[in-house]
């Protein structure tokens, strides 16, 4: 299925007023019929073979912070600013200049080995990759999957935790999909990452340092040709294509980042936003790469969502809704207890108005739990209600999973939730699934692993 082109123009849209969450429709209470005249059944989210964290209320528990007990790892250049690390070299009595080029080393060639650094004194390489360049990520497994197109790694962090990262190269772009938190504290009863709530917060350069891994694979020759997607939208493709980085041969680096691994990247705000400013520094002070090639996903910490607008960055932004209605977000996405579905929505709008960036609403169709045609259509309503050409839905087909309740939808009730979705002028397109032959969802290999 293809995307409708329905864009109004950003003009058209900011001509129409957007409608605030209190006049949107009513949500039905119970799942009405099909168009087909059918009674569809509603399957409540529940989590299957785990048991939730409830709070003192009996509701499931958020975690927002980490413990104040937790031990950071080791400071790396990726968590400093140039002008940081020149001042650090300084302070050994070392030149500034040194700290350029060991960033050089890290950023341009991806590299932590003093051997290769033949730019530096032999007497001081080692001081300096000791101080600066500590091992963030040591690699567990890489599985390879798509015809050696996506490889997933598994990688243990200084403390022991695991966590991991999705590469996946497409025509136009490489994709990396990366985690930002060991566990999560967002609780959803469908994810393996969340089970044991939110261990700790990923350090800025922990974050980057899976890019910066991921380079390298790539540099080595160990990431295969591509694997044409068809007409599913592909990871990283709501973000605009990182100009200087696509050649006709396609890029050789990461080019588009996407914050769909494990935890959310909303809830460790500070050390996302140092990260981000690191992939988007030119080098020395980081990766180089476009802004516009960066998409952060949220389940709708709507403060942040406000806050991140206010970067005035040109990052994409998806919201992964999964539901329209709160009776059922409720359960699905705990977190819709503190911020409801039009409040995350009216944020999402707010995303677009200040930086112009059309976002995405990301929807999970899973079986006679959220697939309903209702909800489509209740869905369009809600997002055409603030007005046109600002967002693009992209349903995402779950693994058919037999016996569970977190199984895949019916691909005829898939293609009628897309067809009243476009029916109503809503872009909407089916996203591309790489790397479910491989536990493909965020933070199951890592439980594979405990
Ligand atoms: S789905 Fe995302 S936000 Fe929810 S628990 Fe898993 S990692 Fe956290």
């Not at 168009?35 to 048991?51: D, H, L, S």
């Not at 109503?424 to 199951?444: H, M, S, Y």
């Amino acid at each position: 299925m293809s995307a409708t082109s329905d864009p109004a123009s950003a003009a058209d849209s900011a001509a129409r007023a957007p409608r605030r969450a209190a006049e949107t429709a009513a949500q039905p209470s119970s799942a009405p019929s099909s168009a087909t005249g059918q009674q569809r059944p509603q399957i409540r989210p529940q989590a299957e073979g785990w048991n939730q964290a409830l709070d003192a209320e009996g509701r499931p528990k958020l975690q927002f912070a980490q413990s104040r007990r937790v031990t950071q790892p080791p400071q790396h250049l990726a968590d400093m600013t140039l002008e940081e690390r020149i001042a650090k070299a300084k302070e050994m009595g070392l030149p500034g200049f040194r700290a350029k080029q060991l960033s050089v080393h890290y950023f341009q060639h991806y590299t932590t080995d003093p051997e290769q650094m033949t730019d530096l004194p032999a007497a001081t390489r080692g001081e300096l990759v000791g101080a600066f360049l500590p091992t963030l990520l040591t690699p567990v497994r890489q599985l390879r999957t798509d015809d050696g197109a996506t490889i997933k790694f598994l990688w243990r962090l200084f403390d022991g935790a695991l966590v991991e990262s999705v590469l996946m190269r497409y025509r136009n772009r490489i994709t990396l999909c990366i985690s930002s938190q060991c566990g999560c504290g967002m609780n959803c009863p469908f994810c393996a990452t969340g089970q044991n709530g939110l261990t700790r917060n990923m350090s800025a350069a922990e974050i980057v340092d899976q890019i910066v891994q991921a380079n390298r694979v790539i540099a080595a020759g160990q990431l295969d040709a591509d694997v044409s997607t068809g007409d599913r939208v592909e990871l990283g493709e709501e973000a605009d294509d990182a100009a200087e980085d696509t050649a006709p041969s396609g890029p050789q680096r990461v080019s588009n980042i996407v914050f769909m691994g494990m935890g959310e990247p909303l809830a460790n705000y500070k050390r996302v936003m140092s990260a981000v400013r690191r992939m988007v520094g030119v080098v020395p002070e980081g990766l180089g790469m476009s802004a516009r090639g960066i998409t952060i996903s949220t389940v709708g910490l709507v403060p942040a969502i406000r806050k991140l607008a206010a970067e005035e960055l040109p990052i994409t932004f998806a919201l992964s809704l999964h539901a329209p209605d709160d009776e059922l977000r409720d359960e699905l996405i705990p977190v819709n207890s503190r911020w409801k579905a039009d409040e995350a929505i009216d944020a999402a709008y707010e995303y677009y108005e200040r930086t112009g960036r059309r976002v995405s609403i990301e929807y999970a169709l899973i079986k006679d739990m959220n697939d309903h045609p209702w909800r489509a259509d209740l869905l369009a309503e809600k997002l055409n209600a603030r007005g046109r050409g600002w967002v693009h839905v992209n349903p995402i087909p779950l693994n058919p999973t037999p016996g569970s309740i977190w199984t895949a939808s019916t691909r005829s009730v898939t293609a009628e939730f897309i067809d009243r979705l476009q029916a109503k002028g809503v872009p909407t397109t089916l996203r591309d699934t790489r790397g479910k032959e491989i536990d493909g969802a965020c933070g199951q290999l890592a439980a594979a692993e405990d």
